[in-house]
């Protein structure tokens, strides 16, 4: 159909008719934008770490398969954090995009180039003193249990894989404990000088705000170094 468009534009725009040109010349660029829309969708639903992870698991994603997330499979993930480790009541959350991942024991090991995003939770005491290595744009290297997202289909519920999927999410889980978590290598100088100035920018607020009001002290961060996990 793009083809036919353009084809039929290009004839148009040489014959002089202007309507029909730019009629022609509107339903390709539509044509064009859809088959950009169609093809982000797919690599966002489905990117090479998802297709991975299925192959692993053995269980190829069904559009109707509900419920909570189904099987998970350990593996040691290589990925590069997308921001700040958010801290949470119970441990942290980061968000990183995966470069590699390496399945099985140190014997049979396969490492598999498996790239997508994952969002994973650190629990535990010992989070609270590792959690400022964790900054956007370093190299993280840790075991950890992925599987999909909890899917659930009744009438008027959100489909939270799907909304994660546009927020190059495809798979979420867990890291056992803070200890497993290797910084491989940092940031390039200006990251590492930006997420230096966001530390420095919740230390304070914590300090001056923090005391009074946590809600206020959220708010503050969320509007300037634009940190929404205290909210």
Known sequence: ALVVALATAWWLFWTRHVTGFVVAAALSFAAGGWLLAADAWEGARRPALRTAFESIAGHPLNPTDAGGGGREIQVEVLGTLRTDATPRD???TLLLDVESVRVGGPSGAEHLTATGGVSLNVAGALVEERIDQWRAGRVLRFPADLRRP?????????DGERTLALQGITLVGSIKSALLVDV????????????????????????????????????????????????
């Open 150 to 158: 909890s899917r659930y289909l009744n009438p008027g519920v959100p």
């Open 90 to 92: 119970w441990g942290a």
């Open 184 to 231: 491989v290598s940092n940031g390039g100088p200006l990251s590492e000088a930006a997420s230096s100035a966001r530390a420095h920018v919740r230390e304070v607020i914590a300090a001056t705000i923090g005391p009074w009001s946590p809600r206020s002290a959220a708010i503050v961060t969320a509007i300037l170094i634009g940190d929404r996990g205290g909210l």
